[in-house]
């Protein structure tokens, strides 16, 4: 049975109906899946039972605790970029051996909480951090595994925000000078070569840049064979897409078909990092109409989440489906031309732009879709809004995994200073 769906006239998560949530923790709130995570991380994980790999889950698109200890349960290794991540990653019980650390700015405490935890390692993104980390590993004097991320210049035709394998971006080596900054890190006391990583970019709906992508590595890990450098994971990073609307992107077993004859011979561990594409679709927004608005050409359906509770449609112009709550049989219903809108004081406030809908009533609740990776973890405060809730779903039980902020919460740390009084 889905993991979402209409029974009996209303929307579910597994075999809880979002009213009761609603009724028991309030709108608006995220629910997750607890099936649908696992299911998706087996799908991928067991595409590639055949290859030794890790599957270090990005846990930048969704890092709440229960999340991560699911995945955790599962064998899930952590792809982190800040010590804060590294931190839930370590709580939720996910082990530091199957844990690597990317990101252009890792400062001097970062580096030297991964390394007094153990990461599998680093991936390096410059010669500048290069040497960084062979300091601070000599200062604890031992030795920083590390792969280089390469960028290999290849247009993974996303968003461009979301794009990060192009010559222009600031992440990674250039091919170019990969070859340069190995000879480098070769030379570095405290730093052992161990990978090579690349990540290309997000929602990647095609196989064709990850297979070219892949290949470039190859090339450059046969280079490196010749100056005696040994290559012993071979990292190709996230970014398989989902369905959000009509995208038919390449599941993990068209990946598989895709890489594995690339790496049968290949004597290494892979590694993947993917985020949106495990919890992408096992997440909903759950949100309340509060008032219409109807403009000459338009109508403002008006609700009580707004940009800074899931940001992707006004960040990235991203489009989610928004299901009511209570089932609609269509034709009882007047459609209009919408824009749903949350309370924040900026234009760029919606959840929807110019969609066809059916007219909700104030009151009604709204399930906005595929709201799981890049939803509550990019949530901001802005505009003084306490942050919602997140709701674990499996089968019939629901558990609160994060608390509604209050407003204390909002101005916990705040202080007024003396010459002030
Ligand atoms: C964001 C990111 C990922 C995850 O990308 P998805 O599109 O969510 O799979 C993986 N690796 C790196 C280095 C990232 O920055």
């Known amino acids: 049975m889905p993991d979402f769906r209409y029974q009996d006239g209303e929307f579910y998560c597994e075999d809880v109906p979002f009213r009761k949530i609603?009724?028991?923790?309030?709108?608006?709130?995220y629910v997750y899946s607890r099936a649908r995570v696992i299911r998706q991380y087996r799908a991928f994980d067991s595409a590639f039972k055949d290859v030794p790999h890790?599957?270090?889950?990005?846990?930048?698109?969704?890092?709440?605790?229960?999340?991560?200890?699911?995945?955790?349960?599962?064998?899930a290794g952590g792809d982190i970029v800040s010590g804060g991540e590294l931190y839930r990653a370590l709580k939720a019980g996910i082990e530091p051996q199957r844990i690597v650390f990317a990101g252009v700015g890792k400062t001097d405490d970062e580096i030297r909480y991964a390394?007094?935890?153990?990461?599998?390692?680093f991936n390096v993104e410059s010669s500048a951090e290069l040497r960084a980390i062979d300091r601070v590993a000599g200062d604890l004097k031992t030795k920083a595994r590390v792969a280089l991320r390469i960028n290999p210049d290849i247009d993974p035709k996303t968003h461009p925000y979301i794009s990060t394998g192009l010559k222009k971006s600031k992440f990674g080596i250039s091919a170019e000078r990969a070859l340069e900054e190995f000879k480098l890190a070769s030379t570095l006391r405290?730093?052992?070569?161990?990978?090579?990583?690349?990540?290309?970019?997000?929602?990647?709906?095609?196989?064709?840049?990850?297979?070219?992508?892949?290949?470039?590595m190859l090339e450059l890990i046969e280079q490196l064979k010749e100056i005696r450098v040994e290559i012993r994971y071979l990292n190709v990073g996230g970014g398989l897409g989902i369905t959000y609307q009509d995208e038919t992107p390449p599941q993990p077993e068209d990946l598989s078909q895709a890489l594995a004859p690339l790496?049968?011979?290949?004597?290494?561990?892979?590694?993947?990092?993917?985020?949106?594409?495990?919890?992408?679709?096992?997440?909903?927004?759950?949100?309340k109409v509060l008032y219409h608005k109807a403009n000459p050409d338009k109508t403002f359906i008006i609700v009580d989440a707004a940009m800074n509770d899931l940001i992707r449609p006004s960040l990235y112009g991203a489009y989610h489906e928004i299901k009511p709550v209570r089932e609609m049989?269509?034709?009882?219903?007047?459609?209009?031309?919408?824009?749903?809108?949350?309370?924040?004081?900026?234009?760029?406030?919606?959840?929807?732009?110019d969609r066809m809908m059916p007219l909700v009533d104030p009151g009604e609740l709204l399930a906005v879709m595929?709201?799981?990776?890049?939803?509550?973890?990019?949530?901001?405060?802005?505009?003084?809004?306490?942050?919602?809730?997140?709701?674990?779903?499996?089968?019939?039980?629901?558990?609160?995994?994060?608390?509604?902020?209050?407003y204390d919460d909002l101005v916990r740390g705040e202080t007024i200073p003396a010459f002030l009084e």
């Open 263 to 287: 790496v049968k011979d290949l004597k290494c561990t892979l590694l993947f990092e993917p985020g949106r594409s495990i919890v992408g679709n096992a997440g909903v927004l759950m949100t």
């Open 190 to 216: 405290h730093i052992e070569i161990v990978g090579v990583h690349k990540h290309i970019g997000s929602q990647l709906t095609q196989l064709s840049p990850y297979v070219e992508a892949l290949r470039k």
């Open 54 to 75: 890790i599957m270090a889950y990005a846990i930048k698109a969704n890092s709440n605790l229960a999340i991560l200890r699911v995945l955790a349960k599962e064998g």
């Open 115 to 121: 390394l007094q935890t153990g990461i599998l390692m």
């Open 370 to 406: 595929s709201a799981g990776a890049y939803g509550f973890s990019m949530a901001s405060n802005y505009n003084s809004r306490p942050r919602v809730p997140e709701v674990l779903v499996s089968e019939k039980e629901f558990h609160v995994v994060r608390a509604r902020e209050n």
């Open 329 to 353: 049989r269509d034709k009882f219903r007047k459609h209009v031309l919408a824009d749903v809108v949350g309370p924040i004081c900026e234009s760029g406030d919606f959840l929807a732009k």
């Open 22 to 29: 609603a009724e028991a923790v309030g709108t608006p709130c």
